[in-house]
């Protein structure tokens, strides 16, 4: 991950929508752990889908590049690749959350 700051590259008009942004990426994280298990790759392939245009909109391209990743990823059910990409989006999560506390 980047030494780059998530929260800085967030439009100024859409900063109070992130804490709703961030709790629905939560939910979202822990249902393609569950789903993944059950080897569920549509609906994985539909929350990366789902990501990659809600990331763009809240100008986290991170988020955008994950969605694309895990969308693509599902088509070819690459399971470990899944399983690399949920980690980064907690990550990322993670990291928007300690920046939006500390702003």
């Known amino acids: 991950m980047k030494n780059v700051s998530l929260l800085a590259q967030i439009p100024e008009d859409v900063l109070p929508l992130v804490p709703d942004f961030l709790a629905r990426r939560e939910t979202e994280i822990t249902e393609l752990s569950s789903h993944l298990q059950d080897r569920d790759y ?39 690749a899944i399983t690399t990409l949920i980690k980064e989006l907690e990550d990322h999560v993670s990291l928007l959350k300690t920046e939006l506390a500390a702003a």
Do not use: P
């Open 42 to 80: 549509d609906f994985v392939r539909m929350v990366g889908h789902r990501l990659k245009g809600s990331g763009a909109g809240y100008g986290l391209m991170e988020f955008t590049v994950i969605g694309r990743a895990l969308e693509a990823a599902a088509l070819e059910q690459k399971y470990d």
